[in-house]
């Protein structure tokens, strides 16, 4: 998805002006005059209007997802995607637990040698410590690095907002008709799918 700017208005230059001289960014008004507890614009109705005035992509994406959080393609719910989620990131420690099984067994007798030569009174600490991330992430850091370990998606609660028609496609980037909620599985689909289609239409 090609997202070719972050809000749908720029920030008046007077506003900005404004706020560097320690006014309030929309009518001008000194500290002095600010309502109570107020520290960048004066009163409500201020920053509301400056929220009018300036939606962040962010703003936006969050409000599609919180009328209708369920992917268009697959229906996906929220909770589903959880249970998915959880059930992909068990299957990976797991896979690790397998590869590693001799090096994590190396790597507990090792701790259990270091704690039992310098901190005596830790030794039990260690050897209850055999939940599969503690181990495994120690024998990942040193043969892998931290970038490969097991981790949940990124993503805002499993799901994103895809303009249907694609922006370098000509699709409308805040038109709200052009976005629609898609979990992240689907969406890589359809972002393959988008670019096979400007390639044969180039």
Avoid at 131 to 136: A, D, Q, R, S, T
């Amino acid at each position: 998805m090609v997202r070719e700017n972050w809000h749908i208005y720029p920030i008046p230059e007077e506003w900005i002006k404004r706020r560097t001289a320690g006014l309030c960014p929309v009518c001008g008004k000194e500290k002095s005059q600010f309502a109570k507890g107020r520290k960048v614009y004066c009163s409500t109705k201020c920053a509301d209007l400056m929220a009018e005035k300036f939606q962040t992509w962010g703003s936006l994406r969050d409000s599609i997802i919180d009328a209708s959080p369920i992917c268009v393609k697959c229906g996906i719910t929220q909770e589903k995607f959880n249970e998915k989620e959880e059930k992909r990131i068990d299957k990976e420690w797991q896979a690790l637990m397998k590869k590693y099984a001799k090096e994590i067994e190396e790597e507990k007798l090792e701790q259990l040698l270091i704690k039992e030569k310098y901190y005596l009174g830790e030794i039990e600490e260690v050897e209850k410590a055999d939940y599969k991330e503690y181990w495994v992430q120690r024998v990942i850091e040193k043969l892998e690095g931290k970038e490969n370990m097991p981790k949940y998606a990124e993503r805002w609660k499993g799901f994103e907002v895809d303009h249907i028609i694609p922006v370098s496609q000509e699709g409308d980037q805040w038109d709200k008709k052009n976005l629609q909620v898609i979990c992240y599985d689907c969406h890589k689909k359809k972002t393959k799918q988008d670019l096979k289609n400007a390639k044969k239409e180039a």
